[in-house]
DNA sequence: GGAATGAGTTGGAATGATTCCAATTTGCAA
DNA sequence: TTGCAAATTGGAATCATTCCAACTCATTCC
């Protein structure tokens, strides 16, 4: 079900970990492929799920393993709403989250550097913030369903 | 150990209760107290431990239960960062969340209004948010040790 | 080659915050 | 008084996540 890796991402892949002094395994690489099969903000069952597919012995302590690796080398990132299953993100790019409380979608909402300025300003002298989290809770008209992109 | 409520805020108590059909009761005005006492974002552990002091029965169900109460008619907020246990806010300003990973501390962050337009203002066409929650995470020089104020 | 080494994987047990529930208690109202 | 409905309580149940010890597998070293 689910497609390899392009090349591209697959080195992507390679060098992140390396960098950390991680190899790439079969299991990371489809774990990896899943989150980028279906930007969803899947949760870590979701990920067994889609990846037992294509590897049906996976079991859900490597998907554990491999989402927390991944984080640790800045490959994905987590995203938490209130007491939630931690869900996660391969979107890079400076994005807060929306979250449909209707269908319970999270949706990536675009983060224009000057407001992440002006986030960074508010914070008294002697704070010094290295991440800085956006959520925003409500009701979206779930337009186009949104393709199964890469 | 914990003052009683003041008049003012016994009221506000009894009247944001009544809005929503409940009501005062001894255990609820402790947990409320103790929030007010010492606006530290405490877990539910350590509301247990502090309104223990003054009610020794007081079980942990009902702090659970009290607080939940407090959330749904508006008197206070919960506050969540990564995983941790949830924890409690008596500021009702709006304001965002500096999380010091040194010490585990959480302090108030003053949002202006024109930030907070400023962050509804990137939500696309179709997305009506009621919540926003903003979280720094990082160090801060610890300054003022912060009086047990109110 | 064949043993040793070490990272990665696996299944199941342990944790811990939160939720549930059934039995009491309490505060009022009939 | 008696009866109710709401609130409280202690303990069990949930459930996401973490922990752990055994196992696999690729690589390094005789
Ligand atoms: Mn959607
Ligand atoms: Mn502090
Ligand atoms: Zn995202
Ligand atoms: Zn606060």
């Known amino acids: 079900m689910i497609q390899k890796l392009t090349e591209h991402d697959r080195e992507n ?17 489809i774990v990896f492929a899943v989150l980028l099969a279906k930007r969803d903000h899947p949760t870590v069952e979701d ?9 049906p ?9 491999c989402l927390e690796t991944f984080v640790g080398c800045g490959l994905v990132r987590q995203v938490n709403h ?5 869900r996660y993100c ?11 409380e209707a ?4 949706h990536d909402i ?21 991440t800085i989290e956006i959520s925003f809770r409500g009701r979206s008209q779930e337009t186009a369903p949104r393709s199964t992109s890469n």
Chains 1, 2 share one sequence.
Not at 82 to 86: A, G, I, L, Q
Not at 103 to 106: A, N, S
Not at 110 to 117: A, H
């Open 82 to 86: 209130e007491r939630e299953s931690t």
């Open 47 to 55: 990920v067994f799920q889609r990846a037992r597919e294509s590897m």
């Open 90 to 100: 391969p979107n890079l790019a400076p994005h807060a989250h929306f979250r449909d």
């Open 110 to 130: 675009e983060l224009p550097p000057e407001i992440i300025q002006s986030l960074r300003s508010i914070l008294p002298a002697g704070f010094n913030s290295e």
């Open 13 to 29: 892949l390679q060098e992140s970990l390396a960098t950390s002094g991680q190899k790439v395994t079969p299991q990371r690489e």
């Open 57 to 65: 012995g996976l079991s859900l302590a490597t998907v554990y393993n």
């Open 103 to 106: 269908t319970g979608h999270v």
